[in-house]
Structures are given as structure tokens and as C-alpha cells.
């Protein structure tokens, strides 16, 4: 159950996309919704390439939303996965659907039909907290942080191999692209680490890059003209590069070590004033969370 604090308030649009009222935006386009994902995230960190010869490999998430962007990796994965890889993602959502509303969301995309009924089956719980998804027929297991983005973040200790960037824009949602995520986004990132978002936001260029990471504008998709490429180079000023290893679903190393606060916390709501609202201005609302002002 959610409670008030933590609903999306979900409404559909008249093409059956839904839309969160919280924030006055929509999770993606009906219409390229699924090709925008594998350009902007899939592409964007380099996949399946990155992932070649991989024993093990972790995608983060901040915003799980409808599980769009999961149900897209995971069927890259089922078609490209290393002889004998474990995909480990991690995703943070503050505000989480139920399965209902996520499979009425994927039912756009019949090519996904296989990854979603795999993910809306074991949907994680909405509680807050980490909820642990195991796909074995996908050879993956997810963990889903129920909570804000920056005390997620702050109870994981895994590494990326990857990062997805899908916080709605950071001007309706600048929560999602704090320094404090950002410092936390480079001390939890790999050697190498990829990451891959829809804005070109001159904070994000220029945060990401203060963090040690080498950040290239590319073509966008449809019609956003840019989308973000980055990589971690190493050469941190502010965050810090742990190894990547094992981990179980928080994180921890084989060693144990533990995340620095182990309490559950309640998600923290944002304010009012934070989720701008963006309501219907036109034939191209859908594309709105793409075409965020830069
Ligand atoms: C654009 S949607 C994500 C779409 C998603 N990746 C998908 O494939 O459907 C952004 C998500 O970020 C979540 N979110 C926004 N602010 C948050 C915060 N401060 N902490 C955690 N989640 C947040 C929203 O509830 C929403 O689900």
C-alpha cells in the first residue's frame, strides 16, 4: 500500500498513456516511448557492448516508474547476455505504481510482451524499503528502493556499471539532480561507469563532469535534438569510485561490510512547490518530459 505521501496520483491520458499527477508529467511517449528508451538509455550506456564478456553487470535506476526502461534492458539482456552473466539492477522509486497500472502501461509494447509479464508478476511491494525481484528465467534479479532518491542512494553501496538518469526533467523535478545525487551517483559508480539520460541540462553537464566524468552531447531522439553520454574516468573530484564485486541486494560486498545507516526510513515527500505544474499546453504534452527547457 501507499499512502498519500508516497501515490503517484496516476491518470491516463486519451491515448492511454499514464501520467503522473503528482508532477504534472507523463512517464514517457505512447508513441516512441520504447524506442526513445533504447536510444536514450540503451544505446546511451553503450549496451550491449558494455555488458560483452561480463560475469556479472549492474544497471542502476533513479526513477522505476512503469519498469519501461527494466522491461527494455531485460529483454536486451535475454538476447545478448554473456555466456554465464547475472544482471544486477537497482532502480529507486519514490512514488511506486501498482502491477496493475504498470501492465496496463506495457501493454503498449507487445515486443516486450515477455519482460513485462516477468517483471508485473513479481512486482516489487510498494512499501518503503528494498524489495528484492528475482527473475531467474532472465538470469537477473532486481532490487527496487521504495524511497527518496538521496536516502536510496545514500543505503546502497553497490557499484554501477551503468546508469539510467530518469527523473523527469530537472526543471520540474530538480530533487532528482541535487548535488547530493550527483556526489553520490560518482561514489557509486564502477570503473568505467556509464551513464545515460534525456537532458543535456547544463547543471547535470556540469555536475557530472565535476565528478570525474567525460560527458558528450549526442543526437537526441525524435524530438529532442540531445540527449547525455557520460563516463567515469576516475579523476573524482568530489565522489569516490568503489570496486565493483558482488554485492547482495543493499550493496553489501562479499566482505559484509554494511550500508552506514541500515534504518528503513519513510520516503520523504517532495514539496508542493518542487513538481511545477505542467498541465496539458498542447499536441505535444507527451513528449514534454524529453523536451524539458535547457
Ligand atoms: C520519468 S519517470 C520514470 C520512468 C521510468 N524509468 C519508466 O521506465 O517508466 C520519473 C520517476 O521518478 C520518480 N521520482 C521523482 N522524484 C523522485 C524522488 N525524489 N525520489 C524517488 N523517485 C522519484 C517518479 O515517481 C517517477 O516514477
Known sequence: MTTDDTAPHLTWTDDDEPRSGRFGDVYFSRDDGLAETRAVFLEGCGLPDAWA????????????????????????????????????VFSIEGFPLTADEARRALGAWPELAEAALALTEAWPERTPGFHRVDLPGFHAVLDVAVGDVDWALDQ??????AWF?????????????????????AARSAPGARVATFTVAGAVRRGLS???????????????????????VGDR???????????D??????????PRDSRRRHPVGLAEGRAHDHRDRGPDRARRRRLDPE
Open 249 to 258: 541486494r543493499r550493496g553489501r560486498a562479499d566482505d559484509g561490510r554494511r
Open 237 to 247: 573530484r568530489r565522489g569516490r569510485c568503489r570496486p565493483t564485486g558482488r554485492t
Open 210 to 232: 565535476e565528478r570525474g566524468f567525460v560527458v558528450e552531447k549526442k543526437p537526441g531522439h525524435g524530438r529532442k535534438r540531445e540527449r547525455l553520454e557520460a563516463r567515469h
Open 53 to 88: 564478456g561480463r560475469r556479472h553487470f549492474t544497471v542502476a535506476e533513479l526513477g522505476f516508474g512503469t519498469g519501461l526502461n527494466i522491461a527494455a534492458l531485460l529483454d536486451l539482456w535475454s538476447r545478448t547476455r554473456p555466456e554465464g552473466g547475472r544482471l544486477h
Open 165 to 185: 538518469l530518469d527523473g523527469f526533467s530537472p526543471a520540474l523535478n530538480p530533487g532528482m539532480w541535487s548535488e547530493t545525487v550527483m556526489d553520490r551517483i
Open 156 to 161: 546502497w553501496s553497490g557499484a554501477a556499471d
